[in-house]
Nanobody
Framework: QVQLVESGGGLVQPGGSLRLSCAAS????????MGWYRQAPGKQRELVAT???????NYAESVKGRFTISRDNAKNTVYLQMSSLKPEDTAVYYC????????????WGQGTQVTVSS
């Protein structure tokens, strides 16, 4: 039914940029709240950025001013543009979809590795 397919991860140098994409299947995208999470080895999963169906966005303090989340409803795709990358941004990044007012409705992508290193 619903699938979230991520792409764009890789190895970048500190200060570099990278754009992650998450393409959604199924008739859920335009009404969904989309988010990017990340998890580093040995650490808890953390919320990085959220974009609501209204277009409103939220960011973790650690990425404000450096990351931008956006969505293209015509393409059923959410993006995470990352700039000024730091080694501490290294993690597996996951795409997430949920809906306000619908308990226990949630889907996850497979994750994509982002490594920031010289």
């Amino acid at each position: 039914q619903v699938q979230l397919v991520e792409s764009g991860g890789g190895l970048v140098q500190p200060g570099g940029s990278l754009r992650l994409s998450c393409a959604a299947s199924g008739n859920i995208f335009s009404s969904s709240t989309m988010g990017w999470y990340r998890q580093a080895p040995g650490k808890q999963r953390e919320l990085v950025a959220t974009i609501f169906s209204s277009g409103n966005t939220n960011y973790a303090e650690s990425v404000k001013g450096r990351f931008t989340i956006s969505r293209d409803n015509a393409k059923n795709t959410v993006y995470l543009q990352m700039s000024s990358l730091k080694p501490e941004d290294t993690a597996v990044y996951y795409c997430n979809a949920r809906k306000w007012g619908i308990p226990n409705w949630e889907y996850w992508g497979q994750g994509t590795q982002v490594t920031v290193s010289s």
